[in-house]
């Protein structure tokens, strides 16, 4: 008995010690950061639509309110999803109004986040990948530097984490609760960002369907039911503002109306050129083009078909494009002067570079945890799900590092997995033998403590678990 809490006391320790120090990093850096001393961009949009909100003034355009253009009634707004807005409206409620407050809070959810994808790893390969995750979590610039700001990045990376995390603890051991909270938490990141909302049908429904016990699918009656609950669950947590929106615009607005103008900025001259803003966004492209009169619907569709005709008319450049957001993304094209542009979103170069410098060799390792993973039996699918959105989201958009922002969860939990599996090869070929997952030879222990993997395999699978003992069975 001792020797199995022994694990589990050594993986809670380094957990809340990079959570402390992760805490640490990210308060150094909101605070010490001067270029968000004060609102700007969509951050000013948030705070101002919480502050709004909580004068009863439900989900209006701030910005036009501010300047008093138009009565607060009759300027709906869906530019972003409902969850961040709401959120910080919350932290309102309790006097967290004030930018230091916010920057505050957003860092306690940079906390949750790092414990979030620590548990991920603990997951799917054992406490020690879970331990490796963390520390690397509280250090790794993709993890912090959106906590410096008052944006739905922050809340996003955390709420992709435990829905993924959740996923795979469904896997291993479904449940009700736990296929109704797949489904609410799916449609709540959905709610922060609206790409998120590919996680309904990449993660959510997959697992529902490919349900399993003890290794073995079950009956298409029992798997349907799955279905229902997670569809139900995300349905009912859409249903409000979805419906906000069908009674409050002239056109159909779903989840988000930002999409027509982001096409219009995304396809230019300016993006379609070889000039700096190649496969980016140009803001002075739209800003002086006069909007037809109407709310947010009626603009979004004015801005769509201009987007649409532009790239009708350049078909020949669509490829090159796309593979140019796609590459700036993911640091593949340009990215030390991705890095030097970054300076628009607020991140200082001496930062952008850091990330940029960890990213290569943190991604090398996922790749190779992924492997791992897949060699163990374990699904990688919902991880993947997330640089799987990333990816979707800049083809139809543009390229830009920020919205790799849910997808650095994953490359974190995966390059931990990829870091304690070289470290179980390393031992392998210099003849020491087999550890568990905290480090113990498995000489000293006799065995591995039962635990999820398991448990939850049998037959063939047995084998998998019993020489690589911390995986843990996607199904």
């Given at each position: 008995m001792t020797q199995t809490r022994a694990p589990e006391r050594s993986y809670r320790l380094v957990v809340v010690s990079s959570c402390i120090v992760g805490l640490g990093v990210r308060l150094a850096y909101a605070f010490g950061d001067k270029y968000h001393d004060t609102w700007k961009g969509d951050s000013y949009y948030y705070h101002y639509q919480a502050k709004y909100l909580l004068q009863g003034k439900w989900f209006v355009n701030p910005v036009a309110l501010s300047h008093h253009s138009i009565p607060a009634v009759e300027i709906p707004s869906a530019q972003h999803p409902p969850l961040f807005t709401v959120f910080l409206a919350m932290g309102d409620l309790l006097g967290l109004?004030?930018?230091?407050?916010?920057?505050?809070?957003?860092?306690?959810?940079?906390?949750?986040?790092?414990?979030?994808?620590?548990?991920?790893?603990?997951?799917?390969?054992?406490?020690?990948?879970?331990c490796i995750a963390a520390v690397v979590g509280a250090l790794y610039p993709g993890m912090w530097v959106f906590d410096g700001q008052v944006?739905?990045?922050?809340?996003?990376?955390?709420?992709?984490?435990?829905?993924?995390?959740?996923a795979y603890r469904a896997r291993r051991n479904p449940s009700t609760g736990r296929l109704l909270a797949l489904g609410a938490l799916s449609a709540l990141c959905a709610l922060t960002r609206s790409e998120a909302f590919l996680y309904i049908f990449l993660i959510a429904l997959p697992v529902a369907w490919g349900l399993r016990r003890s290794g073995v699918r079950v009956a298409r009656r029992e798997r349907a039911r799955a279905v229902a609950l997670v569809l139900g669950a995300a349905i009912v947590v859409l249903a409000p503002w979805t419906i906000r929106n069908l009674v409050a615009f002239r056109h159909p607005v779903f989840l988000s109306d930002q999409l027509g103008i982001t096409l219009a900025a995304a396809n230019n001259n300016s993006t379609y050129g070889n000039g700096p803003l190649f496969a980016s966004w140009c803001f002075p492209c739209v800003h002086d083009v006069k909007e037809p009169v109407g709310d947010e619907s009626v603009q979004q569709i004015f801005w769509e078909h201009r987007a649409e005709t532009y790239v009708e008319h350049h078909l020949s450049r669509v490829p090159a494009v796309i593979a140019g957001r796609v590459g700036r993304t993911w640091d593949l094209y340009i990215p030390l002067l991705e890095a030097h542009e970054d300076v628009i979103e607020g991140w200082p170069i001496a930062v952008s570079m850091a990330w940029l410098w960890w990213f290569y060799p943190l991604a090398v390792l996922a790749i190779g945890g992924a492997v791992a993973l897949r060699r163990r039996k374990v699904a990688v699918y919902p991880m993947l799900a997330l640089p799987a959105t990333v990816t979707a989201a800049v083809i139809l958009t543009y390229g830009n590092i920020r919205f790799r922002a849910e997808a650095e969860v994953v490359v974190v939990a995966l390059a931990a997995v990829g870091i304690d599996a070289l470290w179980r090869h390393l031992r392998l070929r210099r003849g020491l033998p087999p550890v568990n997952t905290l480090?113990?030879?498995?000489?000293?222990?006799?065995?591995?403590?039962?635990?999820?993997?398991?448990?939850?395999?049998?037959?063939?699978?047995?084998?998998?678990?019993?020489?690589?003992?911390?995986?843990?069975?996607?199904?």
């Open positions: 109004h004030r930018l230091g407050a916010q920057k505050l809070l957003l860092c306690l959810v940079g906390v949750a986040t790092i414990w979030a994808v620590a548990a991920l790893a603990r997951e799917v390969a054992g406490p020690r990948a879970g944006m739905s990045e922050a809340l996003l990376m955390c709420l992709a984490a435990l829905c993924v995390l959740v480090g113990a030879s498995e000489e000293s222990t006799g065995s591995d403590p039962p635990g999820p993997a398991s448990a939850a395999l049998g037959g063939p699978e047995a084998a998998v678990v019993t020489t690589l003992p911390e995986a843990v069975p996607g199904g």
